[in-house]
């Protein structure tokens, strides 16, 4: 059982456009959303988190949505760059646990 | 960098045998975890310690087992491997002051 789901699994977006991620989840339980990017070879980095007291967090270029009633979360990207060209996981945690999306990965295209 | 060191980095090995997969920190955190990263699955956790020799299992722990003998190390043993067990393994801790997990550069395991 999935206990955060990822969309859209690919994704891909030209250079200057905003790329758009979405995560859902059903444990309200849940206090603490992060957002990992993860590039080929690497380990996930953490890029932005939000916690569930906040509808917004922004970050540069990089923007957590929340929406506590609906129970989903979504990373906005704006002004999106070839560099962004990586593996993006969403996540949630309560306590000492962390779950974690299936990943998408976007390529932004030059 | 949170100061983790995965060893070996890349290793095949046959399958019935067993393999240890090393965790290693520098900065006496309390939580360490073990995940492993399959295509379709994202991140999933194997095991997780809270201490020295307390260890709990996560969601897909069958065929793993793990040891913390000291505090900056966290082994993950496949006692027996097997070719579903490919994968790459993560290990990542847990900061004190924060809510954050970080995680170490990984662990490519082929089992053929």
């Known amino acids: 059982q999935q206990q955060v789901k990822q969309s859209p699994q690919s994704l891909i977006v030209q250079k200057g456009g905003i790329s758009i991620i979405n995560c859902a989840y059903e444990?309200?339980?849940?206090?603490?959303f992060p957002w990992y990017q993860q590039f080929p070879g690497k380990g996930p980095a953490l890029l932005i988190a939000i916690r569930p007291d906040v509808s917004e967090k922004k970050e540069g270029r990089f923007t957590i949505s929340f929406n506590k009633s609906a129970k989903q979360f979504s990373l906005h990207i704006m002004d999106s760059q070839p560099g962004d060209s990586a593996t993006y996981f969403c996540a949630a945690s309560t306590g000492n646990q962390f779950y974690f999306g299936t990943g998408t990965s976007l390529t932004v295209i030059p | 960098d949170a100061g983790i060191t995965q060893s070996p980095r890349h290793k095949v090995t046959e399958t019935g045998t067993p393999v240890t997969l090393r965790c290693h920190q520098t900065?006496?955190?309390?939580?360490m975890y073990w995940y492993r990263q399959d295509p379709g699955h994202g991140l999933r956790l194997i095991h997780y310690s809270y201490g020295v020799k307390d260890t709990d299992k996560g969601e897909v722990s069958d065929g793993y087992s793990v040891s913390r003998s000291k505090t900056e190390d966290f082994l993950l043993t496949l006692e027996s491997a097997t070719s579903s067990q490919t994968s790459v393994y993560f290990c990542?801790?847990?900061?004190?002051?924060?809510?954050?997990?970080?995680f170490g550069e990984g662990s490519w395991l082929t089992v053929v």
């Open positions: 990542a801790i847990r900061t004190a002051a924060g809510n954050t997990i970080y």
């Open positions: 900065e006496n955190h309390r939580y």
């Open positions: 444990n309200t339980a849940f206090d603490y």
